[in-house]
C-alpha cells in the first residue's frame, strides 16, 4: 500500500539575518547596492556584446550567458533577502520555497558549466591557437551553450523532485536567507537520507567533474604559456586567463565546502555567509573581473561614449 503524501506545510517562514537590529539599514543598503551593481553591470556586458561587432567570440558569448545566469540567480535570491531584513524574517508559500531552490540550484549549475566552457576557451586560444577559429566556431558555441542549460534545468530538476516526493508535516522555519537544500530537508519528517545521497552523488558531476576539467584545461594553459620564448607574450596569456582562473578555485571552493564537506560544528551564521559569497558577491565580481577590466569592452565603452558625445 502507497504512503500518502502528508505535506501540511503551506507557508515557510525564513528567519533570514538575525539578531542584526543595529546594522539593519546598513546591511540593507548594501545588499541593495550591490544588487543594483549586479545587475546594471552583467547588462551592460550583454549589451555591449550585442552591439560591438569585435566582441563577437565565443568567450563573450559565453561572458554574456553567464551575465544571464548571474541576474537568474541573484534575481532569484535577493529581492526576497531584502524584504527579510526589513520586516525581520519573510513569509513564502511552499511551492514559492520550491521554486526558488529550482531556479538557484538551475542557475548555480549552469554557472559551473559555463566556467568549464571558458576554461576550454582559452585551452584552444592558448594551447592551439591556428586552429581556435576552425575549433571554437559558432555552431559548437551555441550547441555547448545549449547543453550547459539544458543539463542545469535537468539536475535541479531531478533534485527538485527528490524534495517535492518527501512528506512535510511541520515545523515551517528555516534559518536561513533562501530556501537552500539543506534547510528544505531539515523540514521534512521523511527519512532523507536516500535524498542526500543522491544528490551527493549528482554533485560529482555538477561541481567536482566540471572543477577537475577546468583544472586540467588551466594545466595545459599555464604548461604552454611557460613554455613561451617572450616575456611579453606570457605576460599577455597569464593576463587572460588569471583573472578567470581566481574566480572559478573561489566559486567552486565554497560550493564545495557549502554542499560537500559536513557541517556540523559549523555555525549557522558562517553557512549564510559563504552562502552569501557565491549567491550575491560572485555575481557581482563577475562582470569586473571578466569584462569590464577587459581591454576590448573598455574600448567599446569609449567608443560609445564618443557616439554618444
Not at 546594522?23 to 543598503?29: A, R
Not at 508559500?93 to 549549475?109: A, H, N, P
Amino acid at each position: 500500500m502507497n504512503k500518502k503524501n502528508l505535506t501540511t506545510v503551506s507557508e515557510i517562514f525564513l528567519l533570514g539575518f538575525k539578531n542584526i537590529h543595529n546594522i539593519k539599514i546598513v546591511l540593507f543598503i548594501l545588499l541593495l547596492g550591490v544588487y543594483c551593481v549586479t545587475i546594471c553591470g552583467n547588462l551592460l556586458i550583454m549589451a555591449l556584446v550585442s552591439y560591438s561587432r569585435t566582441l563577437h567570440s565565443p568567450m563573450y558569448f559565453f561572458l554574456t550567458q553567464l551575465s544571464l545566469s548571474d541576474i537568474l540567480l541573484t534575481t532569484d535570491i535577493v529581492p526576497n533577502t531584502l524584504s527579510g531584513i526589513i520586516t525581520d524574517g519573510s513569509v513564502v508559500s511552499f511551492s514559492g520555497c520550491i521554486t526558488q531552490f529550482y531556479i538557484f540550484g538551475c542557475s548555480e549549475t549552469i554557472e559551473c558549466y559555463i566556467l568549464v566552457l571558458m576554461a576550454y576557451d582559452r585551452y584552444v586560444a592558448i594551447c592551439n591557437p591556428l586552429r581556435y577559429t576552425t575549433i571554437m566556431n559558432f555552431a559548437l558555441t551555441v550547441k555547448m551553450i545549449l547543453v550547459a542549460w539544458i543539463l542545469g534545468a535537468l539536475f535541479a530538476l531531478v533534485t527538485t523532485l527528490s524534495i517535492i516526493g518527501l512528506e512535510f508535516c511541520g515545523p515551517n522555519v528555516i534559518d536561513h536567507y533562501f530556501c537552500d537544500f539543506t534547510p528544505i530537508l531539515e523540514l521534512s519528517c521523511s527519512e532523507t537520507s536516500k535524498v542526500e545521497l543522491e544528490v551527493f552523488y549528482m554533485s560529482v558531476f555538477v561541481m567536482i567533474l566540471p572543477f577537475l576539467m577546468t583544472v586540467t584545461s588551466y594545466g595545459s594553459i599555464i604548461s604552454t604559456i611557460l613554455s613561451l620564448s617572450s616575456k611579453l607574450q606570457r605576460s599577455k596569456a597569464f593576463s587572460t586567463c588569471s583573472s578567470h582562473l581566481v574566480v572559478v578555485c573561489m566559486f567552486y571552493g565554497i560550493l564545495i565546502t557549502v554542499y560537500m564537506i559536513p557541517t556540523k560544528g559549523v555555525s549557522l551564521n558562517a553557512n549564510k555567509v559563504a552562502s552569501l559569497l557565491y549567491t550575491v558577491v560572485t555575481p557581482m565580481l563577475n562582470p569586473i573581473i571578466y569584462s569590464l577590466r577587459n581591454k576590448d569592452i573598455t574600448e567599446t565603452i569609449n567608443k560609445l561614449k564618443k557616439q554618444l558625445a
